[in-house]
């Protein structure tokens, strides 16, 4: 669906204040994978301010607390091989490099690690190949229909496989699976969030993310030609399925993950509210969990000191980020 004429809905105008927003974590994000310093007209210069100081839909999905409340994600961890009993579901909603990385992080904690032991070491064979994950994840980001109001993204992780859906078939109108993915036109349905992810190397400049994603899967370790992924659309949805390598030991390498390390009850409340909202003040978790604010200092220092979670920004304008 076109927005307008000559309009796309990331490039329409929103009654959102520039002035009113603040963008951590896409400067943090800018200068962490371009080893480049960040600068303020690089908002008005991607698309996402406009020349009298709004947001566009772009900004307003940039913005460290977005306003747009269809930027969704939800994660479920299924128990076999279809949909019934969950093992573990997130949601989540906001930023999209914020959904970004904690679609990343619910991988990582619902899949296999596993690893083989070699004379001088290991070697790591996880379950799905990494950035073909994170390829499929920027794409339906990107490649969403934001005008849809109820809908939103899906990870869903089986014991064979993981899918990604989203609303909003091919833009063109036609359907993936008829096509030959190399000869997939570049047409975008939200081109400023494609070149604002393109200069944060999240995605190829040119060529087909969709290629990507068979090509890194391709070259993970115990793949077979009945692995390859899999997209299919509709007019109104867009979905990816990679399957897991068949070559993973049952054996993960879970050291450093969270839900193996003995934390209390309120540590857990805490991260959930930082996933909930990565700009929360410690004044605010204090008030929602009814504690002082110092008993809050102590757990956020501990949770600081395991790895979990840090900190970048001023104390009262900063944003948390879950590290594991």
């Not at 991607?46 to 930027?71: I, K």
């Not at 290629?211 to 992924?229: M, V």
């Not at 003040?281 to 200092?297: A, D, F, H, P």
Request: net charge neutral.
């Amino acid at each position: 669906m076109k927005v307008g004429i000559n309009k796309t809905f990331d490039s329409l105008h929103t009654d959102y204040k520039a002035k009113d927003y603040s963008f951590t974590i896409l400067a943090n994000s800018f200068k962490d994978r371009t080893k480049q310093e960040w600068d303020k007209k690089y908002l008005l210069s991607f698309g996402l301010v406009t020349g009298t100081g709004n947001l566009t839909n772009a900004g307003a999905l940039f913005a460290d607390d977005c306003p747009l409340w269809q930027s969704r994600l939800y994660c479920t961890r299924w128990d076999g091989k279809e949909k019934g009993d969950a093992i573990n579901d997130a949601e989540f909603t906001g930023n999209v490099l914020m959904l970004l990385r904690e679609a990343m992080n619910f991988v990582k904690s619902n899949t296999k690690r596993g690893w083989e032991k070699l004379p001088d070491g290991r070697k790591n064979k996880p379950e799905y190949a990494e950035r073909a994950v994170l390829e499929a994840m920027v794409n339906h980001f990107i490649h969403r229909d934001y005008t849809v109001m109820g809908g939103e993204v899906h990870l869903d992780i089986y014991d064979d496989r993981l899918a990604v859906t989203s609303p909003g078939g091919m833009y063109n109108g036609l359907l993936i699976q008829n096509l030959d993915i190399k000869d997939v036109s570049s047409e975008r349905r939200n081109p400023i969030l494609a070149n604002v992810m393109a200069q944060l190397d999240y995605m190829e400049k040119r060529g087909s993310g969709l290629t990507r994603i068979c090509n890194e899967t391709k070259a993970l370790e115990g793949y077979k030609d009945e692995l390859k992924p899999m997209f299919k659309s509709t007019p109104t949805q867009f979905q990816t399925i990679i399957f897991a390598s068949s070559d993973t030991p049952n054996v993960g390498d879970h050291d450093g993950d969270v839900s193996e390390m003995k934390l209390t009850e309120r540590q857990r409340r805490i991260l959930n509210l930082i996933k909930e909202s990565p700009t929360i003040t410690g004044k605010k978790m204090s008030e929602t969990l009814s504690v002082s604010q110092r008993t809050i200092e102590r757990d956020l220092s501990a949770l600081q000191k395991k790895g979990i979670i840090k900190h970048e920004g001023k104390d009262n304008d900063g944003v948390w980020f879950l590290v594991k």
